[in-house]
């Protein structure tokens, strides 16, 4: 089993500092909804986020929709061997159900997280496909019992990801982490927590590169393109 932590997203509901703010609140009428009930959206909020702390890493929930598309949609996770959660800037975990469908459409994802905020699970009834609580990467780690963990970033050892992939495969898993922000670093928190980063490229790639890339090779090192293949 492979855990993937899509770590310190940019994915939030509108700060109170900024709720005020006439980007935020002409968004939000057109939404008909309250600003505190949106997503932090550089799209429609860029002006108002001037003056908020780590701008630069705050405001993209896109970066969370590609990547958890990129997840779900593996043969890996149809075979029941990924677990994916997403770690945000405020540390709240959002778990993951394997058989989740996200929508393809952003505006539709937004709405979808939206409700998860409010309800704290989506569905509230029968078979959760998300849920969310406050919980810190340290938390999270401790409940999955992996000690193998590895932090992809752009300022760890230089290492093909085909000799990472294989690490984990030798240990029948582990957890792998990757960033979910747009620009900057890892957190100290939370780079501290992995032994293990390393840089797969020379240049940054998107999220959803690196989620699609690690999980490809992954399921090489298992031999399931030709377990599937028959």
Known sequence: M???????TALELVPKKIQKHPAVTKHAQRMDKKPCQLLLDRSYHHSAMKNLDNAEKRGRPDIAHRSLLAALGTPL??????????????????CVNPKTRLPRNYSRFVGLIEQLYKEGKVPKENSVLLSLESMNMTSLI?????????????????????????SFSRRQGGTVIVGGFPHGHFNKDVINIAAHRFSIDKDTLDAHIVVSRILYEYEKALGLPEKRLG
């Open 2 to 8: 492979l855990n993937l932590i899509i770590a310190e």
């Open 142 to 166: 401790k409940e999955l019992k992996t000690p193998y963990i590895v932090a992809l970033t752009k300022i760890g050892d230089p290492k093909p990801l085909e000799e990472i992939v294989k």
């Open 77 to 94: 996770n149809k075979e029941g061997l990924l677990s994916v959660f997403v770690h945000t800037t405020e540390n709240k975990i959002i």
